[in-house]
């Protein structure tokens, strides 16, 4: 198994342009999730999912938008980048207790 | 005030030592409680899983909750210099397999000297 799988590694982005970062797992979990991760901050969710067609806010939803057509993919739409939006992106999936996380995608906005 | 809060450190310590880390919390709804390693440029990884009050060992780690404080710790023995990397807490109102989402720390970086 791969794991959860996110593309791509590293973007940097011009003020107002949009990107999808994208988030793939091979574990047949039900829920996904969307975090980011500024330095000294933790990690703050974003969106998550309960399984293919439904998604709900995190903590902060605003700036991004996300769907779930398939178990296995999550994506993560980022529209009118802003500067507040450089940081570092995860991926994760869960099936019962342990949180599975990706690699991350570092973005820069400028 | 955050939800839950934890000292970023950095911590350095020599190999062999005991290590604590520590974290508080305000809402006392929180009933499941994680600690996390992440090394660097890396994704976070599950260490130690706890519900309620009380101690779980596993190996050189202990978690312990003590929950009329609000306040959870990681105790590492015979740290390692592969113990070098930031612990995250993590915690949540819901059990955790039923969808329970997660508060984390701000995270403690660890430096475990040869």
């Known amino acids: 198994n791969a794991g959860v799988t996110q593309t791509p590694k590293f973007r940097i982005l011009k003020i107002g342009q949009s990107m999808t970062l994208q988030c793939t797992q091979d574990m047949n979990h039900n829920y996904m999730y969307w975090y980011r991760q500024d330095p000294g901050m933790g990690l703050k969710l974003i969106y998550y999912?309960?399984?293919?067609?439904?998604?709900d806010k995190g903590e902060v939803p605003n700036g991004y938008n996300v769907s779930r057509s398939t178990t296995e993919d999550f994506p993560l739409r980022l529209e009118l980048a802003a500067p507040s939006q450089t940081s570092v992106y995860f991926c994760?999936?869960?099936?019962?207790?342990?949180?599975?996380f990706g690699p991350g995608t570092r973005l820069t906005v400028t | 005030q955050k939800e839950v809060e934890q000292d970023p450190g950095p911590l350095s310590v020599p190999e062999g030592a005991i290590v604590s880390l520590n974290c508080t919390y305000s809402n006392s709804a929180f009933q499941y409680f994680m600690w996390y390693r992440q090394y660097s440029r890396k994704g976070p990884e599950l260490l130690m899983y706890t519900y309620s009050s009380g101690n779980k060992e596993d190996g050189r780690f202990t978690a312990q909750v003590d929950k009329s404080s609000k306040y959870i710790s990681l105790f590492i023995r015979d740290s390692q210099p592969s113990d070098s990397a930031t612990y995250l807490c993590?915690?949540?109102?819901?059990?955790?397999?039923?969808?329970?989402?997660?508060?984390f720390g701000q995270g403690t970086e660890l430096s475990v000297k040869p």
């Open positions: 993590a915690m949540s109102e819901v059990p955790y397999n039923q969808g329970g989402k997660l508060i």
């Open positions: 999912s309960v399984g293919a067609g439904i998604t």
């Open positions: 994760a999936s869960k099936l019962h207790y342990e949180q599975y």
